[in-house]
């Protein structure tokens, strides 16, 4: 019996969406998918102090979905996509699903309508 949704690191996915569940660490994301960027660079769009920036990269880091280097008294953090890679392809799993859940949904809207329409005009 095949498993879904089971990675062969549920771990690393786990922290993943934890990471991504948080607002402030998606624009973070956001902002790095556009280049690599300082704490202060960071912090700047955010009403949040550096030290709280640096909590969320973190987090971000421990999901593996950034790192940082130290360049003289810089820190730039840098996006790494691959680990969003391996929610993506969990959620596709779900594709199928949802896909035929919407059609049926389209379907049954289209009939509503049609219903509505027939009643309308028998008034």
């Known amino acids: 019996m ?3 949704g089971y990675s062969s690191d549920p771990q690393a996915l786990d922290a ?3 990471a991504l569940s948080d607002p402030t660490r998606r624009a973070i994301l956001s902002r790095l998918a556009a280049g690599e960027a300082s704490v202060n660079e960071l912090a700047s769009p955010f009403e949040m102090s550096q030290p709280a920036v640096s909590k969320h990269l973190k987090v971000l880091e421990r999901a ?3 790192e940082r280097d130290i360049d003289k008294q810089r820190r730039p953090a840098r996006l790494k996509a691959e680990p969003m890679a391996a929610a ?3 959620l596709e799993e779900f594709k199928e699903f949802w896909s035929s859940s919407l059609d049926q949904l389209d379907d049954l ?3 509503l309508k049609q219903a509505e329409k027939k009643g309308a005009d028998n008034d």
Do not use: C, D, T, Y
Request: negative net charge.
């Open 16 to 18: 993943v969406f934890a």
């Open 88 to 90: 993506v392809s969990w």
């Open 2 to 4: 095949e498993l879904h």
């Open 109 to 111: 809207l289209h009939e």
């Open 64 to 66: 593996g979905l950034i």
